[in-house]
């Protein structure tokens, strides 16, 4: 995979198996506009295709993850425009990317940042980070996910606080809601995302798969359909030399070697 050394979004192979994909506007506070999203979307489904990416990490620098979306260029789009120029395409990339993400907050994650973080599987942030979805002080409410994610994660009642006010969120108060998995401290959070990323590249790749697709596909289903679809990939793994061989080393107290098979 080759490196991006310049732009508004930078790409990296920081670990084995690692990769960072970093928005590179902090004179912006990274605010996404469509050719900053179009890179991210390129950058992550390349990266998804490729078979040694087994983990990105997604941050944004100068201290500031994503601060929203850049307001002067959304202003002027018609309902026709944002359909012709799908300025929904990053989220919809990043909802199907198999390869797991991990979001790496510092600072502000608002608006279509937090959208962004959202989509990943992971989110570690800093102990000073903020989250909200403040477009309704714009005239509009979220458009990529900003409603429905945050209910389905936080609950009706706090979705309701930050929707109707405009208000954010101090990482804490997101890590006791459930939105934030881990925090760390101030300047920490990409380190600690990146470790926590190749720890998961060291896992048997189809496992990490399966786990991703279970998830992600029981979580809007009846408990019994959802517990069905896990037995299922349960046993399929029990095929794969990965199964061998990370159970033959269980018993053997050796390091396994996993190869995807």
Excluded: W
């Excluded at 002080?137 to 929707?163: K, S």
């Excluded at 997101?174 to 926590?196: D, I, K, Q, Y």
């Excluded at 189809?206 to 299922?232: C, M, N």
Aim: net charge negative; charged share 25%.
């Amino acid at each position: 995979m080759s490196e991006l050394k310049a732009g508004p979004v930078l790409t990296d192979e920081v670990g084995d198996g690692v990769f960072q994909v970093t928005v590179n506007r902090p004179g912006r506070r990274n605010a996404l506009n469509i050719e900053v999203k179009d890179r991210i979307a390129d950058a992550v489904a390349a990266l998804d295709a490729d078979p040694e990416a087994k983990a990105i990490v997604i941050t944004g620098a100068g201290g500031a993850f994503v601060a929203g979306t850049d307001v002067a260029e959304m202003q002027a789009l018609t309902p026709v425009e944002h359909t012709l120029r799908a300025t929904d395409r990053m989220f919809t990339v990043l909802r199907g990317c198999a390869t797991p993400l991990i979001a790496a907050v510092e600072g502000y994650a608002l608006g279509g940042g937090c959208e962004l973080a959202m989509c990943c599987d992971i989110i570690v942030a800093s102990e000073q980070a903020r989250f909200g979805q403040p477009e309704i002080r714009l005239g509009v409410i979220p458009g990529a996910g900003g409603t429905q994610r945050l209910l389905r994660t936080i609950g009706r009642y706090q979705t309701m606080r930050l929707l109707l006010s405009g208000e954010s969120l101090p990482a804490a108060d997101a890590h006791t809601f459930g939105l934030v998995s881990e925090l760390a401290p101030e300047g920490e959070a990409l380190a600690r995302a990146t470790a926590l990323a190749a720890n998961i590249a060291a896992m048997p790749p189809l496992a990490v798969a399966a786990v991703k697709e279970v998830v992600k596909a029981g979580a809007d289903v009846p408990l019994d359909t959802a517990l069905l679809l896990e037995r299922k990939a349960f046993q399929i793994l029990f095929d794969s030399q990965d199964q061998k061989e990370g159970m033959r080393a269980f018993v053997e107290k050796r390091r396994p070697e996993y190869h995807g098979r």
